[in-house]
């Protein structure tokens, strides 16, 4: 099992920046990847950027050059560091584990992860 706990959400305006932390307890090292997901209001859940065990990373394109993820050595904090922040980056932002890793840019679905943490809330406001 993975329990996965958020934090670091909150509101900043256009350009800014903010630092998300998943903190990870249970079989966290030896899950194949981790990764952040996001939703916004009224839209569905999409893949931020996922890591695996190696340190091979992929980013959706509306993040690419603007946010980075980052993992502890011993795996159990999971990190997204966002900069040059906009509106439409608004949304609540999930932390999740997954048992699998896919090779290729594509990003993974988020069915292929099992375990999420609760969520946290970031606001870029105009």
Do not use: H
């Not at 350009?15 to 932390?21: D, E, I, K, T, V």
């Amino acid at each position: 099992q993975v329990q996965l706990v958020e934090s670091g959400g909150g509101s900043v305006q256009t350009g800014g920046s903010l630092r998300l932390s998943c903190a990870c307890s249970g079989y966290c090292a030896s899950s194949a990847s981790m990764g952040w997901f996001r939703q916004a209001p009224g839209k569905g859940r999409e893949g931020v950027a996922v890591i695996n065990r190696f340190g091979n990373t992929k980013y959706a394109n509306s993040v690419k050059g603007r946010f980075t993820i980052s993992q502890t050595n011993a795996r159990n904090t999971l990190y997204l560091q966002m900069s040059s922040l906009r509106p439409e980056d608004t949304a609540i932002y999930y932390c999740a584990a997954s048992n699998d890793w896919y090779p290729g840019a594509t990003m993974p679905r988020e069915s292929t992860f099992a375990y999420w943490g609760q969520g946290t809330q970031v606001t870029v406001s105009s």
